[in-house]
């Protein structure tokens, strides 16, 4: 059975930083690429990063770039987020989700979902 489950979520301050992890298992992780998303209250999900399959590219939200990095490690099935210089604005659920081989374009060309994990950031 395909699943995700992320972790690594909390709270820190601001200007802080958080390493988020997608664990993946009942699929080959191999051929799959890895979205990043995130959903505040109020708010639509929107794409923070992705990581197309055997990490041969990369894409972030412009507004993201230089925080965050996004990296993969096949063997251990394992996706992460690494952020950086957290500003409050970050506050949201976080997701991970798969889709074959390319990233999408939006959030819902993805097949499967992680339940997410929450980042709060005080001022």
């Known amino acids: 059975q395909l699943q995700l489950v992320e972790s690594g979520g909390g709270l820190v301050q601001s200007g802080g930083s958080l390493r988020l992890s997608c664990a993946a298992s009942?699929?080959?992780?191999?051929?799959?690429?890895i979205g990043w998303f995130r959903q505040a209250p109020g708010k639509e999900r929107e794409g923070v990063s992705c990581?197309?399959?055997?990490?041969?590219?990369?894409n972030y939200a412009d507004s993201l770039k230089g925080r965050f990095t996004i990296s993969r490690d096949d063997a251990k099935k394992m996706v992460y987020l690494t952020m950086n210089s957290l500003k409050p604005g970050d506050t949201a659920v976080y997701y991970c989700?798969?889709?074959?081989?390319?990233?999408?374009?939006?959030?819902?060309?993805?097949?499967?979902w992680g339940q997410g994990t929450q980042v709060t950031v005080s001022s």
């Open positions: 989700a798969a889709r074959p081989e390319h990233c999408g374009s939006t959030w819902y060309d993805y097949d499967a």
């Open positions: 009942g699929f080959t992780l191999d051929y799959s690429a």
């Open positions: 990581i197309s399959s055997r990490g041969l590219g990369t």
